[in-house]
Structure formats: C-alpha cells, structure tokens
C-alpha cells in the first residue's frame, strides 16, 4: 500500500482542515496518509509520496512550508507530488483582483516535478472578515477538496506496482 504524507503549513488553521481533509479522503480512497504539520516533519523516509499545502498571505506561503520544499527537494524530486495553497476569499467574481499566486514557490515546486498545483478558497481572518459579507468569509468547498484528493489516490493505485 502506498503511504502519502500530507504536510502543510497553516497560520490560523484553516489550511490544516485542508489538509486533514485531503488525509482523510486519501485513506478512504485506500491510500494510507498522515497529515502532519510541515515544520515536524525530519524525513520523507517511508512515504512514497507527498501532498504539500500551505495558506499564502501577501504573495507567499508560509515560511514552514517555504522551508520544507526547500529542505526535502532532492526527496520531492524522487517520488510524485502535489501541491496546494489555500487563500482566496471574498467574492469569487473577484478573484483575479484579490488572490496573489506566490508565482516563485510554484515555480520551485513545479521543477521539482509537482504533478499539480490546486488553489483551494481560504478562510477570511481579522478586519478583513469585518468587511466581508458572511457567505464570503470561508471560501472552503470540502468536496472540491476531498475529489481532488481522490483523484491523487486514483494517480497512485495506478502507478502502483502489481
């Protein structure tokens, strides 16, 4: 059975939903995974493949998982991977004016050999929920979120060996 870690970087918890989400749906798709937080996370040893996912604020992800790519990159390189960032909130019709890709990480991430970058809505915190009206104040979809991770497990059991 194929083992997938599921590491990610959160600030106020949001992102860590996500990724207890993607965890779960994995080891209900029958792909074992454990979701743990990027900065504990010493070695990609006994996991045949990784799901990384940070919350982005001004441009950028998290510095925890800034420095796990960065750390685990010849690892990354090695197996298959995928990454998320979680962010966008207020109204979805104004996305392209509100959401800011951290283009360069992506960019990292894709040259280590990331099969998929997924933006997932975020969560709105602080003055920035005080101006926003409530149904734009979470911007989670679960069951975008858990497909997406049944599409990773389908990924898996196909490249798996017989």
Known sequence: ?????????????????IAAAISQALN??????A??????????????????????????????????????????A?????????????????????WSEPRRTIAKAVALGAREHKVFGGVAQGAMAKNLPEEYRDRRDFEEIRAWAQGIAAQLRVAAPA
């Open 1 to 17: 059975m194929q083992t997938v870690l599921v590491a990610y970087a959160s600030k106020h918890g949001a992102t860590a939903a």
């Open 35 to 76: 979701c743990i937080e990027a900065d504990d996370v010493g070695s990609l040893a006994g996991y045949e493949a990784v799901v990384l996912g940070s919350a982005v604020y001004m441009k950028r992800w998290r510095p925890k998982a800034r420095r796990f790519l960065r750390q685990h990159a010849a690892e990354l």
């Open 28 to 33: 209900d798709s029958g792909v074992s995974a």
């Open 78 to 98: 090695e197996r298959p991977f995928w990454v998320f960032s979680s962010g966008p909130v207020g109204d979805p019709a104004k996305d392209n004016l509100a």
